[in-house]
């Protein structure tokens, strides 16, 4: 929209929630993340500024993209989390919520956790709930996290300091002035699970992924991989490890982050003649692995096309 609107184009954006920026809402909450608070209102002022019409809570069909009033049609109506509901016996008890559910803060969890899936999300996930800096967000609720004059109270200096090893000594008493971190009282005991084998998080940013597998380990997180799901009852949740036992974890809460699926249904079907030209982007058009810089460039360049 931002592009296709700078090029002169007669813009609307639908988006179906009650507010812009997708998945960043999800992403801006994560402790580290907080400059995609930014990143929405840099873009919220950008479309106004640009005129871009903006319909919120407008969950578009298709046949509100048939009476012939647009040129082109940009579907970028992105992902939703992969559900275990039919998959997993218990997956559809309350205390079983998604990624989502969570970050946006319509529903909360207990003091122990279990997170299903640890690819990215389920690393920010985990960082989310054992962070202990400020008011912890989702005590907030989601009408304050919409508020877009919101901004979560950053971690401090001395905080960071504390949890990373960093003196302020700056007569380098100590090697580069760094000492070994004091232990961390985690606010929660969260389990971090994958089916596959190995050491999790390996896929991560080769650059940053250091620093999610650091945080979690300083912050207590129960490492879980080999393991296969069998039930989830209100006693927590039962799995196989990796040497073939059965085992009960016992947990308030499971946080589902298995995934996500693309949602593409707009796009028209083989045998559609459409008036306007179609074009899929983002993570519509590929779920993969946490790149909103694919999102954007692809937008920018069917903008640029059109
Ligand atoms: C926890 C988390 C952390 C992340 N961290 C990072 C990160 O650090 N770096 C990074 O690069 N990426 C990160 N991402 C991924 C990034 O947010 C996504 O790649 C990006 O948001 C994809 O953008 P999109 O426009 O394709 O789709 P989305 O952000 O999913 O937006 C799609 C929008 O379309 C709306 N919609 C769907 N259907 C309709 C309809 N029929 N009518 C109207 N509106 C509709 C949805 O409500 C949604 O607002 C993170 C994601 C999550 C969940």
Redesign the pocket.
Known sequence: AHVAALRGHDVTL????D?????????KV?PG?EE?FETIRYYINELEHLGVEIKLN????KAMLSDGKFQHVVV????VPKSLEGKLEGADLPQVIS??EL?SGEKSVGDTVAVIGAG??GF??SEYLTARHGQPLDELGPETLKDPSYRPEPQSVEEWREEWGVTSDMNYQTDGGLIKPEGITPIRQVYLMQRSKGRLGAGLNKTTGWVHRAHIKSHGVIQVSGVQYDKITNEGIWVTNDQGQSQLLRVDSVVVCAG?ES?A??MPNVGDAPDAQYHL?????LAAE???????R??AEVAVQI
Request: glycine fraction near 14%; hydrophobic fraction near 45%.
């Open positions: 639908f988006e179906a929630r507010i812009l920026g997708g998945q960043f809402n999800y992403a994560i993340k995609f407008t969950q578009v069909d970028a109506t992105g992902v990624y989502a970050l990215g999300v920010d996930v996500q949602v249904e707009l982007i983002g993570g519509a058009k946490l790149d909103a810089k694919r999102a954007i692809d937008g």
